[in-house]
């Protein structure tokens, strides 16, 4: 471990000696008041590194008015469009959920993120408010992983998620405002797997494994894995359990229900659509960079956040 870092650190130092100086975008969400200094240090801490700092526009306002501070960047975005286009990393400050949203500005561009938590610690947004200090030093001196995460691409005929069909986390089908139960068939590469009789389905990612699936009893699935998970939400079906499907698999997901609607969501994008959309899922072929603090593993993580360590025996 102490090797990959030592490793990593030589390519990211020359990833900063050819743009000379480190350029970051920061995308955040309205926060409440026990997080202001540290927003105000944060800042404080990259401009002492000279960093080129772009700021989510709305992100901004909110710290001008909430902190009555100015970080002064030197360019501010709105959407992706205005995104400044060298980037070397993305800092996401809130919580899991922002994130996602982190993760629709940098699309394909396999710009790193580091996900600081304004909050509870987070699984993506995995830096506490009280590393922060430490955690940008670590990033100023290379002393940090970046680590890949697949996300997953929905297709259908009907183009229902125009601008962005990806996801981080999960596609989700599920029933809507009628108490009927809708019906799932589900293919693998062709062949059909099973229908679900339930309120909606879950396809995630490994990384989507520690969110909605797991509160469905969903396996916990290291990132990395290269696997999707196929979780019933409320199958009526005792028998049927969560499966675990090679993510080099063709997953088709088809609605053919009583109800007319349903919901189809993309990690927190929801559109309702009609029923016998077939929606036709597979990996993308771009990924997403998290950046992992040295120390700051997966598994400590799992451990931290669901307590593994709180039993007396460990
Ligand atoms: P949200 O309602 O705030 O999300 C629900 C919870 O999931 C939050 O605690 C969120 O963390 C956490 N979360 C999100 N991604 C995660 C991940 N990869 N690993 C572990 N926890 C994760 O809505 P949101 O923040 O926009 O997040 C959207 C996601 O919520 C969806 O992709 C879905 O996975 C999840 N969700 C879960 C349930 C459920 O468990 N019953 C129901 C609906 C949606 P933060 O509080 O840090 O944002
Ligand atoms: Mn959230």
Redesign the pocket.
């Known amino acids: 471990m102490h090797q990959d870092f030592q490793s990593l650190s030589v390519s990211i130092k020359l990833v900063n000696q050819q743009s000379e100086i480190m350029q970051v975008a920061v995308f955040g969400k309205n926060f409440k008041e026990g997080f202001k200094d540290s927003v105000i240090e944060f800042f404080k801490i990259i401009k002492k590194f000279d960093y080129k700092v772009s700021i989510f526009e709305p992100y901004y306002d909110f710290i001008k008015d909430f902190c009555l501070y100015d970080p002064e960047p030197d360019h501010v975005f709105s959407c992706c469009d205005t995104m400044t286009e060298s980037l070397d990393m993305m800092f996401s400050i809130?919580?899991?959920?922002?994130?996602?949203?982190s993760v629709s500005f940098i699309k394909d561009k396999e710009i790193p993120i580091v996900g600081i938590?304004s909050?509870?610690l987070?699984?993506?947004?995995n830096i506490s408010q009280e590393d922060i200090p430490l955690a940008l030093n670590a990033i100023e001196e290379g002393r940090y992983l970046t680590e890949e995460r697949t996300l997953l691409e929905v297709n259908s005929e009907k183009d229902i998620f125009k601008k962005y069909n990806f996801?981080?986390?999960?596609v989700?089908v599920q029933k809507r405002d009628s108490g009927s139960m809708i019906t799932i068939k589900v293919f693998i590469n062709g062949e059909f797997l099973n229908t679900y009789w339930a309120d909606g389905l879950?396809l995630?990612t490994p990384?989507?494994?520690?969110?909605?699936?797991?509160?469905?009893g969903g396996p916990i699935v290291v990132p990395g894995s290269q696997n999707f998970i196929l979780t019933p939400i409320a199958s009526h079906n005792l028998t049927v359990r969560p499966i675990v499907i090679p993510d080099n698999n063709e997953i088709i997901i088809e609605v053919a229900g009583r109800t007319e609607n349903y919901l189809i969501?993309l990690?927190?994008h929801f559109e309702v659509v009609e029923k016998n959309t077939v929606l036709k899922v597979k990996v993308a072929d771009f990924k997403i960079k998290t950046v992992r603090i040295e120390g700051n593993t997966f598994f400590n993580n799992i451990r931290d956040?669901l307590m593994w360590g709180f039993d007396k025996r460990n």
């Open positions: 809130g919580g899991d959920g922002t994130f996602l949203e938590n909050g509870r987070g699984f993506l947004a996801a981080l986390n999960e989700t879950i995630a990384t989507g494994s520690t969110a909605y699936s797991l509160s469905l969501s990690d927190h956040k």
